[in-house]
């Protein structure tokens, strides 16, 4: 599934991230890719010191990893409510997810939907 971000997103993240310049600088390589969240995450695993694998699904993946954090309460309800500074921060702080990859990482959560990406968490437990 190719997750595309249109220039109207891009806008209204910049808008919403503007005191994030790593957030921000991730947002500038997801338009340099024309909108293309696996490649963006891909670049920025590169330069974020990672090998990650050139497939469709890397991104996914890496989010997958840290289903188990992502989901807890107080941060799954941050990011139904969108992508925010608040959002961002929280997701460094909880994770060793790189910096330059949290807002990608966020933003996938967010088009795949908060509760589709949680469920298989909750039906575990």
Not at 89 to 105: F, G, N, Q, R, Y
Request: charged share 30%; glycine share 4%.
């Amino acid at each position: 599934m190719r997750i595309l971000i249109t220039p109207q997103e891009l806008e209204q993240f910049r808008a919403d991230l503007t005191n994030h310049p790593a957030a921000l600088d991730a947002l500038r390589v997801i338009e340099d890719c024309d909108g293309d969240l696996e490649d963006a995450a891909i670049a920025l695993a590169i330069r974020s010191g990672q090998e990650p694998d050139i497939n469709d699904r890397w991104l996914e993946g890496l989010a997958k990893r840290w289903r188990h954090i992502l989901c807890q309460a107080d941060l799954k309800e941050n990011l139904e409510d969108g992508l925010s500074g608040a959002v961002v921060d929280a997701i460094a702080a909880d994770t060793e997810i790189p910096s330059k990859l949290v807002t990608p990482v966020a933003i996938y959560i967010l088009k795949t939907g908060v509760q589709d990406f949680c469920q298989p968490l909750e039906e575990k437990l």
